[in-house]
């Protein structure tokens, strides 16, 4: 019965995170470049920046379905996060691999890639809650994960590492804008 309710909560959501990603793109500007908003939403057009408009989403999303189909917290958790892991892996993967190809990116083909991205991570943790069997084991590791991932999505929002994932490619520069 969980697996059900599991998956028809999570397509409602998928459907649902949709218009919170595009929200996000626009939340910084929208409230006036306000702190807060940089770190929820993106702050910039960095690939790490709009990876972070699909990260949250699903993760608001995922805590909405823990409340309403009540799973087995540890699966749940170690599902969550293999979601995470899967929209920055994918994410990452995705946009050089299709970006390397063609020499450059295309704001339809971004669009379509972050509306797979947020498919694969419902999927990911989908299949990681209903199929794997030993997930309770693991849920210490994937607890620290969890809070691990939470801290780098914040960290890296506040102090952008120099590299090319972080570089918002229409300023040249890294983080949040400096007024």
């Given at each position: 019965?969980t697996e059900k309710r599991l998956f028809k909560w999570d397509i409602i959501f998928y459907f649902l995170a949709i218009p919170l990603m595009f929200?996000?793109?626009?939340?910084?500007?929208?409230?006036?470049?306000?702190?807060?908003?940089?770190?929820?939403?993106?702050?910039?057009?960095?690939?790490?920046?709009?990876?972070?408009?699909i990260f949250l989403p699903f993760l608001l999303a995922s805590v909405c379905i823990y409340f309403i189909v009540k799973p087995d917290l540890k699966?749940?958790?170690?599902?969550?996060?293999?979601?995470?892991?899967?929209?920055?892996?994918?994410?990452?993967?995705?946009?050089?691999?299709?970006?390397?190809?063609?020499?450059?990116?295309?704001?339809?083909?971004?669009?379509?890639?972050?509306?797979?991205?947020?498919?694969?991570?419902?999927?990911?943790?989908?299949?990681?809650?209903?199929?794997?069997?030993?997930?309770?084991?693991?849920?210490?590791?994937?607890?620290?994960?969890?809070?691990?991932?939470?801290?780098?999505?914040?960290?890296?929002?506040?102090?952008?590492?120099?590299?090319?994932?972080?570089?918002?490619?229409?300023?040249?520069?890294?983080?949040?804008?400096?007024?």
């Amino acid at each position: 019965m969980t697996e059900k309710r599991l998956f028809k909560w999570d397509i409602i959501f998928y459907f649902l995170a949709i218009p919170l990603m595009f929200l996000q793109h626009f939340l910084y500007d929208i409230t006036g470049k306000a702190d807060l908003a940089a770190i929820i939403g993106a702050a910039n057009e960095s690939i790490w920046e709009h990876m972070k408009i699909i990260f949250l989403p699903f993760l608001l999303a995922s805590v909405c379905i823990y409340f309403i189909v009540k799973p087995d917290l540890k699966r749940f958790l170690v599902a969550t996060t293999g979601g995470l892991i899967t929209v920055i892996v994918s994410m990452i993967t995705l946009y050089y691999t299709y970006t390397g190809i063609i020499g450059h990116h295309i704001l339809l083909v971004d669009i379509l890639l972050s509306f797979i991205v947020l498919f694969l991570a419902f999927f990911v943790s989908y299949r990681l809650y209903t199929k794997w069997e030993k997930a309770e084991r693991f849920f210490l590791m994937f607890a620290v994960l969890f809070l691990l991932l939470l801290a780098i999505y914040v960290l890296f929002t506040l102090f952008a590492p120099q590299l090319p994932l972080f570089l918002d490619t229409e300023t040249m520069t890294y983080g949040i804008p400096k007024p």
